[in-house]
T-cell receptor
Framework: NAGVTQTPKFQVLKTGQSMTLQCAQD?????MYWYRQDPGMGLRLIYY???????DKGEVPNGYNVSRLNKREFSLRLESAAPSQTSVYFC????????????FGQGTRLTVV | GQSLEQPSEVTAVEGAIVQINCTYQ??????LSWYQQHDGGAPTFLSY????GLEETGRFSSFLSRSDSYGYLLLQELQMKDSASYFC????????FGTGTRLQVFP
């Protein structure tokens, strides 16, 4: 049982380049999330999807777009990367109901130079 | 909106007890979760409180007081491996995390 799988694990981009971070979960969860975590900081929600076909902005959505491709997959796209987007990105998923725990992917370490 | 505040750092020695506090401001609050994150790793779920009172899971306990908009995580019999960051989280509208508390356990 793989849980939540993110790709890639590491990425270096030049300013202005674009890329898509992929996330897939195999737990049949409805909700999926993208977070960024800067050094020594907490997890800030970028976008989330409460169910297939829906997406909503989180705390820091500017500069990002998302796609909930199907129930399993939720991708995050940076259209024109900026140094301020250098961070560790985590994808997470959770089942229906507010008490269900969230499961996280292993993270993507992104550096924009 | 949702916001959760935590102390930035807590230190303790092995075998001791430590409490990590979390205050929140959320309309229609559902409940409070706690997550642990080791350096370089992903967050992992520890506990969830939907009702007021104490929930115990082994060496870790979590408490919630809705009237005070406050909760805490209690870690007993501290071990070196408990050195990590701890986050409270609110799942009311969307899953929002607190500012995080870095726990350092010394021998």
């Amino acid at each position: 049982n793989a849980g939540v799988t993110q790709t890639p694990k590491f990425q270096v981009l030049k300013t202005g380049q674009s890329m898509t971070l992929q996330c897939a979960q195999d737990m049949n969860h409805n909700s999926m999330y993208w977070y960024r975590q800067d050094p020594g900081m907490g997890l800030r929600l970028i976008y989330y999807s409460a169910s297939e076909g829906t997406t909503d902005k989180g705390e820091v959505p500017n500069g990002y777009n998302v796609s909930r491709l199907n129930k399993r997959e939720f991708s995050l796209r940076l259209e024109s990367a900026a140094p301020s987007q250098t961070s560790v990105y985590f994808c997470a998923s959770s089942g229906t109901g507010v008490s269900t725990e969230a499961f996280f992917g292993q993270g993507t370490r992104l550096t924009v130079v | 909106g949702q916001s959760l505040e935590q102390p930035s750092e807590v230190t303790a020695v092995e075998g001791a007890i430590v409490q990590i506090n979390c205050t929140y401001q959320t309309s229609g609050f559902y409940g409070l979760s706690w997550y642990q994150q080791h350096d370089g790793g992903a967050p992992t779920f520890l506990s969830y409180n939907a009702l007021d009172g104490l929930e115990e899971t082994g060496r870790f306990s979590s408490f919630l007081s809705r009237s005070d908009s406050y909760g805490y995580l209690l870690l007993q019999e501290l071990q070196m491996k408990d050195s990590a960051s701890y986050f409270c989280a609110d799942h009311t509208d969307k899953l929002i995390f607190g500012t995080g508390t870095r726990l350092q356990v010394f021998p």
